[in-house]
Protein backbone atom coordinates (compact mmCIF):
# COMPACT_ATOMS: atom_id res chain seq x y z
CA UNK A 1 0.00 0.00 0.00
CA UNK A 2 2.56 2.82 1.32
CA UNK A 3 5.06 1.47 -2.14
CA UNK A 4 1.31 1.67 -4.28
CA UNK A 5 0.78 5.52 -2.90
CA UNK A 6 4.41 6.60 -3.23
CA UNK A 7 4.61 5.86 -7.01
CA UNK A 8 1.25 7.61 -7.19
CA UNK A 9 2.98 10.65 -5.74
CA UNK A 10 5.64 10.73 -7.85
CA UNK A 11 3.58 10.23 -10.75
CA UNK A 12 1.20 13.18 -10.31
CA UNK A 13 4.40 15.00 -8.95
CA UNK A 14 6.15 14.63 -11.93
CA UNK A 15 3.06 15.27 -14.31
CA UNK A 16 2.67 18.59 -12.51
CA UNK A 17 6.35 19.72 -12.88
CA UNK A 18 5.91 18.93 -16.21
CA UNK A 19 3.08 21.03 -17.04
CA UNK A 20 4.96 24.00 -14.83
CA UNK A 21 7.62 23.66 -17.21
CA UNK A 22 5.64 23.54 -20.31
CA UNK A 23 3.84 26.52 -19.23
CA UNK A 24 7.03 28.68 -18.97
CA UNK A 25 7.65 27.88 -22.26
CA UNK A 26 4.56 29.02 -23.78
CA UNK A 27 4.53 32.19 -21.97
CA UNK A 28 8.44 33.21 -22.92
CA UNK A 29 7.08 32.49 -26.68
CA UNK A 30 4.04 34.90 -26.01
CA UNK A 31 1.36 31.94 -25.47
CA UNK A 32 -0.39 33.03 -22.38
CA UNK A 33 -4.06 31.04 -22.91
CA UNK A 34 -1.78 28.06 -23.41
CA UNK A 35 1.05 28.73 -20.64
CA UNK A 36 -2.60 29.33 -18.61
CA UNK A 37 -3.97 25.95 -19.57
CA UNK A 38 -0.96 24.24 -18.70
CA UNK A 39 -0.44 26.17 -15.27
CA UNK A 40 -4.35 24.51 -14.51
CA UNK A 41 -2.74 20.96 -15.61
CA UNK A 42 -0.39 21.20 -13.43
CA UNK A 43 -2.79 22.05 -10.51
CA UNK A 44 -4.94 19.19 -11.13
CA UNK A 45 -1.95 16.86 -11.20
CA UNK A 46 -0.73 18.62 -7.73
CA UNK A 47 -4.45 18.19 -6.21
CA UNK A 48 -3.92 14.31 -7.60
CA UNK A 49 -0.98 14.53 -5.35
CA UNK A 50 -2.02 15.90 -2.36
CA UNK A 51 -5.03 12.94 -2.65
CA UNK A 52 -2.36 10.29 -2.60
CA UNK A 53 -0.75 12.10 0.48
CA UNK A 54 -3.91 12.59 2.36
CA UNK A 55 -4.99 8.91 2.35
CA UNK A 56 -1.44 8.36 4.33
CA UNK A 57 -2.11 10.87 6.65
CA UNK A 58 -5.69 9.99 7.41
CA UNK A 59 -4.75 6.28 7.85
CA UNK A 60 -2.09 7.44 10.01
CA UNK A 61 -4.89 9.08 11.86
CA UNK A 62 -6.61 6.41 12.12
CA UNK A 63 -3.75 4.39 13.61
CA UNK A 64 -2.59 2.48 10.53
CA UNK A 65 0.83 2.21 11.44
CA UNK A 66 3.42 1.95 8.55
CA UNK A 67 7.67 2.40 8.35
CA UNK A 68 8.48 5.24 6.28
CA UNK A 69 11.17 4.37 3.43
CA UNK A 70 12.70 5.40 0.89
CA UNK A 71 10.34 5.79 -1.52
CA UNK A 72 8.41 7.72 0.34
CA UNK A 73 10.90 10.03 1.26
CA UNK A 74 11.37 10.32 -2.42
CA UNK A 75 7.83 10.58 -3.25
CA UNK A 76 7.46 13.36 -0.66
CA UNK A 77 10.60 15.57 -2.16
CA UNK A 78 9.14 15.18 -5.70
CA UNK A 79 5.78 16.73 -4.21
CA UNK A 80 7.42 19.04 -2.46
CA UNK A 81 9.56 20.08 -5.09
CA UNK A 82 6.54 20.19 -7.81
CA UNK A 83 4.65 22.38 -5.35
CA UNK A 84 7.48 24.69 -4.93
CA UNK A 85 7.80 24.59 -9.00
CA UNK A 86 4.12 25.73 -9.97
CA UNK A 87 4.42 28.47 -7.46
CA UNK A 88 7.44 29.72 -9.34
CA UNK A 89 5.85 29.22 -12.82
CA UNK A 90 2.88 31.20 -11.70
CA UNK A 91 4.82 34.15 -10.82
CA UNK A 92 7.11 33.78 -14.23
CA UNK A 93 3.94 33.70 -16.45
CA UNK A 94 2.82 36.22 -14.80
CA UNK A 95 6.18 38.11 -15.33
CA UNK A 96 6.79 37.34 -19.16
CA UNK A 97 2.79 38.81 -19.37
CA UNK A 98 4.58 41.98 -17.66
CA UNK A 99 7.38 42.13 -19.49
CA UNK A 100 5.97 41.18 -22.99
CA UNK A 101 3.04 43.42 -22.29
CA UNK A 102 0.59 40.84 -23.23
Do not use: C
Not at 37 to 65: C, F, M, N, P, W
Not at 66 to 89: C, E, V, W
Amino acid sequence: MNEEISFQLILHAGNSRSSSMEALEMARNARFAEAEEKLTEAEDELHQAHESQTKLLVDEARGIEFRPNILLIHAQDHFTAAMLNLDLSRELVHMYRLLLKK
